[in-house]
């Protein structure tokens, strides 16, 4: 598990992205269960606090950009 940030590599701005990130999980995958939940429960609500809570990618790169970085590192 990563660190909670919202990503660079956004659609809006940036929250599932860095979910999917956090997790482990397929951004697309994230998008699609924040999307459901929009119709059929909290889902607004629920993006906007994390919206608001969810500190910026500080170094300002997407996390492919970072992977490879690590990768090249080594």
């Keep these: 598990m990563g660190k909670l940030y919202r990503s660079s590599d956004r659609k809006i701005a940036g ?5 999917a990130e956090c997790f482990g999980l397929s951004t697309g995958l994230v998008r699609l ?3 459901i939940l929009l119709f059929v429960g ?9 919206w608001v809570i969810m500190p910026q ?5 997407s996390y492919a950009e970072r ?8």
Excluded: D, T
Aim: aromatic share 4%.
């Design 33 to 35: 269960v924040m999307l």
């Design 15 to 19: 929250v599932c992205a860095g979910l």
């Design 42 to 50: 909290p889902g607004l609500i629920a993006y906007l606090i994390l």
């Design 67 to 74: 992977m490879k970085k690590k990768l090249e590192e080594r």
């Design 57 to 61: 990618n500080s170094a300002g790169k």
